[in-house]
Nanobody, 118 residues
């Protein structure tokens, strides 16, 4: 079992920045693909950014050039640096870990609210 705890959400004006953090309860990076998703009111959850199994990164077109996913293996933590925020980035952001090696299981954090005012 893996627990994921997000932090760093909040209210920011358009053009501002936030950094989200996702701390995993144990070392999982070697067996899991990590990513960030978001869900806006009335919309489906969508991928924002993620690492691939090969260690590369994927981004949604809407955030390319503005958001950066990174990780600290020693701290079992994944980050999402969000710059040049827009009102349409407003959503609940979820950390995800897909354990492809041991359990074929998706783990989710509780979510953190990001609100961008215009």
């Amino acid at each position: 079992q893996v627990q994921l705890v997000e932090s760093g959400g909040g209210l920011v004006q358009a053009g501002g920045s936030l950094r989200l953090s996702c701390a995993a309860s144990r070392s999982i990076f070697s067996s899991s693909v990590m990513g960030w998703y978001r869900q806006a009111p009335g919309k489906q959850r969508e991928l924002v950014a993620a690492f691939t199994r090969g260690g590369n990164t994927n981004y949604a077109d809407s955030v390319k050039g503005r958001f950066t996913i990174s990780r600290d293996n020693d701290k079992n933590t994944v980050y999402l640096q969000m710059n040049s925020l827009k009102p349409e980035d407003t959503a609940v952001y979820y950390c995800n870990a897909y354990d492809f090696l041991w359990s074929d299981t998706n783990y989710w954090g509780q979510g953190t609210q990001v609100t961008v005012s215009s």
